[in-house]
């Protein structure tokens, strides 16, 4: 088996008054791309915070690579939802790729040439070279998301999360995307992906976390993706069609 | 001390402070949860200019003169802050904050020049900072005039404005004219403002339009009971805060009617019945210990959610 | 130097700060937090006097500093009390305010430090209060102190240039690279307080405002580059000293309002002329709308 770069062990967080997450456990091993779904309100984003110390933590344990975040945490890369920003900022692609090293560059060191070169190349991975020097505002949605995946991608990370990387892009942003995720599997990183849309979770991930408040199943996609599974995970009745998974209802209130 | 009470003429302030409160409380609600507190602010600096210009060009500090052309001055301002916001990627609160000081610095030149020409004009500095004492028996009908009013639009119409406050997409499905209340609003906080200058000054009406509903909220989930609250909370600081500052001579009333808002607004956050501080401990070490009870294995959960 | 000289370069030594720090200021949306400030060093200045009985020098920065930081701190708690943000920058800066009016009420009459000076600033009597450095001789002490924290948020802002880049940006992403996000927070708002005690005796407390905001609004209309909206910004700000100056000289009214009206004159000329942004820009050629999503 493949090392475990991330346990989490009874997690337990908290918003306001009410629980988020309870007694959340699962392993994750290296090489894997991994998706989280889960009905709204299930708690995915808040997990991916909680780990990132981004959020309070009520009990339990992450560890990563053995180690805590904060010892990690040039391992990791975050990518998070794309409303999170003010896309008015007077910055420009380039610059926003950039910002994903300033980690590694530190205090009072200025970006040096070479910086701008792998700025440069993470932004030709994802498609938009040309669009280096656009100013972000004036990109749309798509071209947005792939900014953001570049700047994850030049932290060189061995763990990236990803907040809804695919919610709203373009057919061809999407394609994008997961090409380079593949990429990142077959060099040995790991991804974990909050993943917005059920139905493809079959074709882009090799395993899959399904999340309601707590970890209803987790395992390669194969073994987990069943008709019980997501049935449990969503708590309404499902149709097939075409043998394929294909709709869930599922209740407003859970 | 006490014979201030048997007063008629500070009684009519009192009572007129207690209106002027009792709106600054309602409306300051509304906008509380329109999320525009600070709008007050800005709008009352912008007021400023206004008050001058009126003063200038009719030469008497007849208060409905100096009142309307406040309100006109910040009715402007309002226009312009909604202008910049809507035209430009600058953000609402740097435009308040550009309409606020830019209006109040073009209000001091005025000022300036006014007290210069016009000799003694204790009585336009007293829009700073507030002076209910100086106000005179037509002035307190004036302002409690305006005030009723105000409270009496909130009143009638309280279920639209309920619905257009929290949900104002359903509000239009509904058919309530969106655009007329969003001036009906405007007008109603302006006209609550400018009377309140008088009162609390330029610089510090904000306050009495935002600490009372914050207040209000440690004490109820509803809307309703909120807003009344708030109006009581508003009313008690404008009488006492006034009561206060006539013990010492000429000292200006709208500090000590913050303070007293200020007041309430602490022992609300500490004591209030809903997320005051202390109930909210209480209820934080109730939920610990539930949840130390409810560790139960999670497969019980999954049969929950099944 | 003559006195309308000392004047003009104060006032500059204003705008070219507050220019700096005001770009930074309403990226982060933090424009009514320095109204806020702007209000409650009042109190600190107060306090301050009131325990030094000394109404220039060192100890009414520091007083200054603390009221400031007591300010974002304040409305930092309020606001993890589930305060709204704007409800609780307006709670925690009025009652400070009304408290200082009332401490100066109370303790100090309007014998020394009022009220309207403090809010209005009196830039024509900097030039009398002088101050003797080694090298430059006499110079008026408040334009010293504010060459001093001009250079101080020059420094700190060139140092620092990435680290408030990414903070203002996306503060979730600066947290996970390992950026002490809170820290900048404060640090900032005590470069804010700073800037604005140090104006407050050439424009008072109102029109730091008006410095601290338009000038760096305006140049936000010009540009999508950062380190041009800083240049612009400052040099707006000294625009609009200078341009106030001369408007209250020829008008015989308050310099500090009149400075604060000139940022305005050139926002509306920015609003209007802007190539890029700009009102005439968007009516002689409407923006390209970028079709695909």
């Known amino acids: 088996m493949n090392e475990v770069v991330l346990e989490v062990k009874n997690l337990t967080a908290a918003y306001q008054k009410n629980t988020v997450l309870r007694d959340v456990n699962f392993q994750v091993e290296a090489g894997s791309l991994t998706g989280i779904v889960g009905p709204n309100g299930a708690g995915k984003s808040t997990l991916i915070k909680t780990m990132l110390a981004l959020h309070p933590v009520l009990s339990g344990e992450v560890h990563f690579f053995g180690s805590t975040y904060k010892k990690m945490k040039k391992r990791i890369g975050y990518v998070p939802q794309r409303g999170s920003v003010d896309w008015d900022f007077p910055t420009i692609a380039l610059d926003v790729v950039m910002m994903g090293l300033y980690g590694q560059i530190g205090w009072l060191r200025r970006p040096t040439k070479t910086h701008q070169r792998m700025a440069f190349e993470a932004l030709d991975k994802m498609g938009m070279a040309d669009y280096a020097n656009r100013q972000i505002s004036q990109l749309s949605g798509g071209q947005q998301q ?109 | 001390m006490w014979s201030i009470l048997l007063n008629s003429n500070t009684q009519w302030v009192l009572l007129s402070t207690a209106i002027l409160g009792i709106a600054a409380g309602t409306i300051g609600s509304l906008a509380y949860w329109k999320r525009q507190s600070l709008m007050s602010d800005a709008l009352a600096h912008a007021a400023l200019p206004g008050v001058i210009i009126a003063f200038l060009l009719f030469k008497v500090k007849h208060l409905f003169v100096l009142i309307t052309g406040a309100a006109i001055s910040a009715v402007i301002g309002a226009f312009f802050i909604q202008g910049i916001r809507s035209s430009t990627r600058i953000k609402e609160d740097t435009a308040m904050g550009m309409i606020l000081s830019i209006f109040y610095g073009f209000g001091i030149m005025l000022l300036t020049i006014a007290n210069r020409t016009s000799g003694n004009q204790s009585g336009l500095n007293n829009f700073i900072l507030g002076q209910s004492a100086s106000m005179v028996q037509s002035d307190v009908w004036t302002m409690s005039i305006l005030a009723i009013l105000v409270v009496s639009i909130v009143v009638i119409g309280f279920k639209e404005w309920k619905i257009y406050l929290f949900d104002r997409q359903f509000a239009s499905g509904l058919g309530l004219p969106l655009k007329g209340m969003d001036v009906v609003y405007t007008i109603l906080l302006v006209t609550t403002i400018v009377v309140g200058i008088q009162a609390v000054g330029v610089i510090l009406i904000a306050a009495l339009l935002i600490i009372p509903a914050v207040s209000a909220r440690y004490w109820t989930h509803s809307f309703q009971t909120m807003v009344i609250i708030s109006a009581l909370f508003g009313g008690a600081s404008g009488t006492i805060g006034t009561l206060i500052s006539a013990i010492g001579n000429g000292w200006p009333t709208g500090p000590f009617i913050v303070v007293l808002a200020a007041s309430f607004f602490i022992i609300s956050l500490i004591f209030g019945k809903e997320k005051g501080i202390l109930v909210q401990y209480w209820q934080m070490k109730h939920h610990k210990k539930q949840e130390i009870l409810q560790s139960i294995p999670t497969s019980v959960l999954k049969k929950e959610v099944q | 130097m003559t006195y309308t000289a000392w004047i003009i370069l104060t006032a500059s030594l204003v705008g070219l700060s507050c220019g700096l720090i005001g770009v930074f200021l309403i990226l ?259 923006e390209k709308i970028e079709t695909f999503e």
């Open chain 1, 146 to 254: 792939r900014v953001f995946l570049a700047r994850a991608l030049v932290q060189n990370a061995d763990i990236y999360f990803m907040d809804e990387p695919l919610a709203g892009v373009d057919a061809a942003t999407e394609r994008a995307i997961m090409k380079i995720l593949d990429e990142l599997k077959a060099a040995g990183k790991t991804v974990m992906v909050v993943h917005h849309d059920l139905q493809t979770v079959a074709d882009y991930f090799d395993h899959v976390l399904f999340l309601n408040r707590t970890v209803i199943k987790h395992g390669k996609t194969n073994d987990v993706y069943t008709e019980d599974n997501i049935a449990t995970t969503y708590g309404g009745s499902i149709r097939l069609i075409g043998g394929r998974i294909g709709n869930v209802v599922h209740p407003v209130k859970q």
């Open chain 3, 28 to 286: 982060r949306k933090m424009a009514m937090m320095a109204d806020a400030i702007s209000h409650t060093v009042l109190l600190g200045i107060v306090v301050a006097f009131i325990i030094t009985q000394e109404l220039t020098g060192v100890h009414m920065l520091i007083g200054a500093i603390i009221a400031g930081l007591l300010t974002a701190l304040f409305v930092q708690w309020l606001n993890s009390l589930d305060v709204q943000q704007e409800a609780a920058i307006g709670i925690v800066f009025t009652t400070l305010f009304a408290i200082g009016v009332i401490l100066i009420e109370a303790f100090v009459g309007n014998a020394h430090l009022d009220v309207q000076h403090a809010l209005m600033g009196e830039i024509t009597f900097i030039p009398w209060n002088r101050i003797t450095l080694p090298i430059v001789g006499s110079i008026p002490k408040a334009t010293a102190i504010l060459t001093l924290v001009f250079f101080v948020v020059l420094l700190f802002i060139i140092a620092f240039y990435k680290e408030w880049k990414i903070t203002t940006f996306d503060p979730g992403l600066a947290a996970s690279v390992g950026i002490p996000v809170l820290f900048m927070h404060y640090l900032f708002m005590s470069l804010v307080s700073i800037t604005t005690v140090a104006s407050f005796d050439a424009v008072g407390a109102i029109m730091v405002v008006a410095m601290l905001i338009t000038p760096a609004a305006s140049a936000y209309l010009w540009t999508d580059r950062l380190y041009m909206m800083l240049v612009i910004s400052g040099l707006f700000g000294v625009a609009s000293a200078v341009i106030g100056y001369f408007i209250a000289a020829w008008i015989d009214t308050s310099i500090s309002g009149s400075m604060a009206f000139a940022t305005g004159l050139i926002f509306l000329a920015s609003y209007l002329l802007s190539p890029k942004h700009g009102l005439l820009a968007k009516y002689l050629k409407p």
